[in-house]
C-alpha cells in the first residue's frame, strides 16, 4: 500500500486556534495520519505521513476550506509511516522567532524567486546567500557559497542578524530553507533592519530539488528533514556530493543520530560502522552510564555486543 509524507504550511488569520487545533487532530486520527502539526493566531504549519489516499482526502479538505485554498503541499513517496506518533499543538507562532511587532508574512517579506531564477541569481558576484536554518542542517548540506548561520534554534537569528547586517547592506541577500517557512519571516526582518533587496527561495531546498530544469545544481550535500528520514537528496545530477564528516571516525557520512544514553541524546553525524563500535553512543562515557542507569535508547539495544542484562551486569561489578 503506497504512503507519502507531506510538508505544508500557511500563514493566515486563524480567528479561534484552539478550536482549529482540535479539529485538526480529529481529521489527523480519522485518517490515520501521524507527524506533527503546530496551529496559532498567524497559520499552520505541519508535516504529516500516511496511506496515499488518506494525505489525498487531507489535502482536498483543506483545500477546500479558503483560508488554505492556495496552500502548497509538498509531497514525495514513503514507504511507509515516518513519524512513530501525531501532535497537534496550540503556539503563538508557527515557526517560532520571538521578535514583538515583527511584520506578518502576509504584511512584508521578501521577493520570491523560482528555483530558476535562484540558480541564476546563485552566480552573480553582488549576492549574499544566508542559510536559514540551524548549522547542524547546515553541516549535512547547503548551497554553494552560503553563509553558515552561527545558531542553534532558529529564535536565535534576530540577534545573529544585529550582528552582521551591517555586512550586508547594498548587497542582495538571498534567503532559503527547507521547505519555506523560515523565510517568511526572516526575509521580513532583514528589510525590517534596513536591507533594500531580500529575496526568498519560493518552496524551499525540496521544491527547488524537484525542479526539471535545475535538478538541484549548486545544492552540496543532503537536506535535512524532521522525520525518520533524517537526510534526503536534492542535486539530482552526478555533482550531488557527500560534503559532511563523521564525528568519529571522520569518513565521509551524512546521516545523524542521536546518542543512545537518553538523558544525552546528542545529535551527532555518525556512519554505520562508529554506529554500530559505539553501540550507539557519543561517547564510552554515555554508554557507561546510561547503562548504570538504566537509562538507554530502546533503539541501540540491539546494538550490544550480548544481551543488554549481561552488559549491564558486566558495567555494575
Known amino acids: 500500500m503506497p504512503y507519502e509524507v507531506m510538508l505544508f504550511y500557511k ?13 485538526q487532530r480529529e481529521m489527523c486520527e480519522e485518517l490515520g495520519l501521524l507527524g506533527r502539526i503546530l496551529v496559532a493566531e498567524e497559520g499552520l504549519n505541519g ?44 503556539k503563538r507562532e508557527i515557526v517560532h ?31 549574499v546567500v544566508i542559510d536559514g536554518r540551524n548549522d547542524y542542517e547546515y553541516e549535512i548540506g547547503h548551497f554553494e557559497g552560503a553563509v553558515r548561520p552561527d545558531v542553534m534554534t532558529f529564535r536565535e537569528f534576530p ?8 555586512e550586508w547592506r547594498g548587497k ?29 527561495l519560493d518552496g524551499g531546498i525540496v521544491t527547488y530539488g524537484k525542479d526539471p530544469q535545475v535538478r538541484g545544481r549548486k545544492f552540496l550535500g543532503k537536506c535535512y528533514v524532521f522525520d525518520d528520514r533524517v537526510a534526503v ?3 539530482q545530477t552526478e555533482e550531488d556530493t557527500v560534503i559532511s564528516r563523521c564525528s568519529v571516525c571522520g569518513a ?10 537518553l538523558d544525552c541524546h546528542r545529535r551527532f553525524l555518525c556512519c554505520d560502522a562508529c554506529e554500530r563500535n559505539m553501540h550507539g553512543f557519543c561517547s564510552p562515557t554515555c554508554e557507561a552510564e546510561a547503562v548504570n542507569r538504566d537509562r538507554v535508547d530502546p533503539r541501540v539495544r540491539s546494538l550490544f555486543g550480548m544481551t543488554f542484562g549481561e552488559q549491564r551486569s558486566v558495567q555494575t561489578r
Open 11 to 23: 500563514f493566515t488569520p486563524i480567528a479561534e486556534p484552539d478550536e482549529f487545533a482540535r479539529l
Open 47 to 90: 508535516t504529516l505521513s500516511g496511506e496515499a489516499s488518506a494525505c489525498r482526502t487531507y489535502r482536498e479538505r483543506m483545500l477546500a476550506d479558503p483560508r488554505f485554498a492556495d496552500m502548497v503541499f509538498k509531497v514525495d513517496p514513503a514507504e511507509g509511516h515516518v513519524f512513530p506518533r501525531l501532535s497537534v499543538k496550540r
Open 97 to 127: 522567532f520571538g521578535v514583538e511587532g515583527a511584520p506578518k508574512p502576509w504584511e512584508r517579506t521578501g521577493r520570491r524567486l523560482s528555483p530558476r531564477e535562484w540558480y541564476e541569481m546563485l552566480g552573480r558576484d553582488d549576492v
Open 159 to 166: 540577534a545573529w542578524v544585529e550582528r552582521h547586517k551591517d
Open 172 to 200: 542582495k541577500v538571498l534567503t532559503y530553507c527547507t521547505g519555506g517557512i523560515r523565510c517568511e519571516k526572516l526575509s521580513g526582518h532583514l528589510m525590517e533592519q534596513g536591507i533594500d533587496e531580500v529575496y526568498q
Open 233 to 235: 537528496r536534492i542535486n
Open 252 to 261: 565521509p557520512c551524512d546521516r545523524y543520530i542521536n546518542c543512545g544514553y
